[in-house]
């Protein structure tokens, strides 16, 4: 394990400048390139601060002493997403039934300040839940920090997941376009960290089922809003303006699926006369659209309860290889279909 002395070593500085910037000691002048090194070193190391002396690892037997973190996926405000903060209801809910609490909640965007980073981590971390899969350097510092992770719809195959099956729902959601008749199908989602739309397994499903059913895939309808709704409305907006849009949208977001709805209307574009559109997620607002939302369902507070259960699992001493769970999804029929 390494100690202060390597981290000041590596940084080219003295233990005491590394202790002022662990603790954010302003009495004395640092530049903030001295800062950053320091951190660089910390990051590098794996450097973990253990106060007192105490060991850490978990005391099982005193819930007290059981700290259970959790990292949001969100793009912009941290508590603006009803989809993460349903699977966070769920999560919350089936601790306090286990007798714990949430030790500290942060987003994947936080986490890229090392300050934050460290300091988040800088205690004894009995197991965290993932939303996020975040970069391979600040995955890799977490992983080397917290005993137990779990992940929810995360990439990382070397931990325990929970979530739904993401290309299965995307075939189905366009199957129930096609049954309705509708042949010019355009695609609504985000390139995410791989920043390249065609990785997502929601894009690959609806790519496979269109090919399938012989249908064309034009790219001008396939929309990259980043998982930003404004974005989204500048895009089917554009498409609107210019009298290039198709006749049935797969939005694999209900947040972005409402943000096109009302678009549409004010290009005065009847839905689901002109243009259809099926969501993704069933938040509860999706049935208060106009028209109400036609979407698939996910199970998003029953994977914030399954994800506690298997980290605690984790705590408690299994071991086995990792889970996958895959939780079942169904389609909700309403008007915009």
């Known amino acids: 394990m390494s100690t202060i002395r390597d981290v000041a070593k590596l940084a080219n500085v003295s233990i005491a400048s590394v202790s002022r910037v662990i603790n954010n000691d302003t009495t004395y002048k640092m530049t903030d390139e001295t800062r950053a090194r320091v951190w660089k070193a ?22 007290t ?18 989809y993460f903060m349903s699977i966070l209801s769920g999560i919350e809910d089936r601790l306090s039934s286990k007798g714990y609490d949430i030790s500290f909640i942060r987003t994947g965007a936080e986490l890229e ?16 839940i993932l939303m996020e899969t975040l970069d391979e350097e600040t995955y890799e510092f977490i992983r080397n920090q917290v005993p137990h992770i779990v992940g929810v719809d995360t990439e990382r ?36 960290r791989k920043g390249n739309i065609k990785e997502s397994q929601r894009y690959k499903g609806y790519y496979a089922t269109m090919h399938a059913e012989g249908l064309a895939v034009n790219p001008d ?30 939005a694999a ?8 709805l009302n678009t549409l209307y004010n290009n005065k574009i009847s ?26 369902e996910v199970p998003t507070f029953e994977i914030g309860t399954v994800a506690v259960d298997l980290l605690l699992d984790r705590i408690n001493g299994n071991d086995l290889l990792p889970k996958k769970v895959i939780l079942p999804t169904k389609l909700i029929v309403r008007s915009s279909t």
């Open 271 to 296: 839905v689901p006369d002109q243009v259809a559109i099926i969501g993704l997620s069933n938040i509860e607002v999706s049935k208060y659209s106009n028209p109400p939302l036609t979407t698939m």
């Open 253 to 260: 977001s209900d947040l972005m699926a409402m943000a096109a």
């Open 221 to 250: 309808w396939i929309i990259d809003c980043m998982w930003d709704e404004d974005i989204c409305s500048e895009k089917v907006n554009h498409l609107c303006e210019t009298d290039n849009y198709p006749d049935a949208f797969f």
């Open 42 to 63: 910390i990051h590098q190391l794996n450097y973990k601060v253990n106060p007192g002396g105490k060991s850490q690892a978990s005391n099982t037997d005193n819930k």
């Open 65 to 82: 002493n059981v700290k259970i973190g959790c990292i949001l996926s969100v793009t912009k405000k941290k508590f603006n997403d009803p």
């Open 157 to 192: 195959e070397e931990i325990d997941n929970v979530g739904y099956d993401h290309y299965n729902i995307a075939t189905l959601a366009v199957k129930h376009l096609i049954e309705r008749g509708h042949k010019k199908i355009g695609f609504i989602g985000g390139s995410g």
């Open 113 to 128: 300040d090392k300050k934050t980073l460290f300091g988040t981590f800088n205690e004894s971390i009995s197991g965290l």
